[in-house]
């Protein structure tokens, strides 16, 4: 298995969106509501704001993650989805290590994200790397909004 993380090529953007689809189906039962940014990939997750990466599995898209700008100190990590078979592995971590880096160099202070309750494992995750609570800070599904210092 030749396993690595690398920037989301525009190629694989359908792949991509297909990850997290079915996350969002073994959750929630739906598909996710838009894929507005993701159609907007060259605005939302470009250097030197943003970054969009992937966990591959050779040749197949099997993770995603990415850091986004929402103020000049603040980013929100977005799109933190694996394929089953990839979960508990520590490619969470690693990703996640990848993309709060990227964001330190891009002079963020903290990282902002929302999340839900039925995605217990991820939020354990979150807890591990540092994540604390704070105030709604989007109107979007979510119900658990936190924030990492950087």
Same mark, same amino acid.
């Given at each position: 298995m030749a396993i690595k993380i690398q920037p989301l090529s525009s190629s694989q953007i359908e792949e991509a969106k297909a990850v997290i689809t079915a996350g969002c189906f073994e959750f929630f039962g739906e598909a996710p509501k838009n894929f507005e940014d993701m159609d907007r990939i060259s605005s939302q997750y470009v250097k030197p704001s943003g970054i969009f990466l992937v966990l591959m599995d050779n040749e197949r898209v099997v993770g995603t993650g990415a850091i986004r700008r929402l103020d000049e100190q603040t980013c929100e990590l977005k799109r933190m989805w694996f394929l089953p078979a990839y979960r508990g592995k520590g490619h969470g971590t690693?990703? @996640?290590? %990848? +993309?709060?880096?990227?964001? $330190?160099?891009?002079?963020?202070?903290?990282?902002?994200?929302?999340? @839900?309750? %039925? +995605?217990?494992?991820?939020? $354990?995750?979150?807890?591990?790397?540092?994540?604390?609570?704070?105030?709604r800070y989007n109107d979007g599904p979510g119900t658990i909004f936190m924030e990492k210092r950087l």
């Open positions: 690693e990703m @996640s290590g %990848l +993309l709060f880096e990227f964001a $330190r160099s891009a002079g963020y202070q903290r990282v902002w994200l929302d999340t @839900s309750p %039925l +995605l217990e494992a991820a939020n $354990r995750l979150y807890q591990r790397l540092g994540f604390h609570p704070i105030e």
